[in-house]
């Protein structure tokens, strides 16, 4: 249960942050050092139950909030999605 979840969470990440290699790669050292933490938990433990189930939640938010995107030059808070020509007028 818990390999599973930490593939979520780094596939989630890979696609959140692909075409930026810096937060990438900081994001899967910050997945990485995160569940080195909880290593010694009982897998039945209620305490791991709950490192998995926010894992989980990291890994949906990842896929289903966050854009990386660029600053449109000279249009002000325009963004670009990254690869892409979709334009985001800010907030």
Not at 8 to 21: E, K, M, N, T, W
Not at 34 to 56: K, R
Request: charged share 20%; net charge positive; glycine share 8%.
């Amino acid at each position: 249960m818990a390999l599973a979840a930490y593939r979520h969470v780094l596939r989630a990440v890979r696609i959140a942050f692909q075409g930026d290699h810096r937060l990438l790669i900081s994001a899967r050292n910050q997945a990485r050092s995160s569940f080195a933490l909880y290593t010694s938990l009982l897998p039945s433990s209620p305490e791991a139950a709950a490192q998995i189930a926010h894992a989980e939640d990291v890994a949906r938010i990842l896929r289903e909030n966050v854009v990386q995107g660029l600053r449109a030059d000279g249009e002000g808070d325009k963004y670009s999605k990254f690869g892409q020509g979709v334009s985001y007028d800010g907030f």
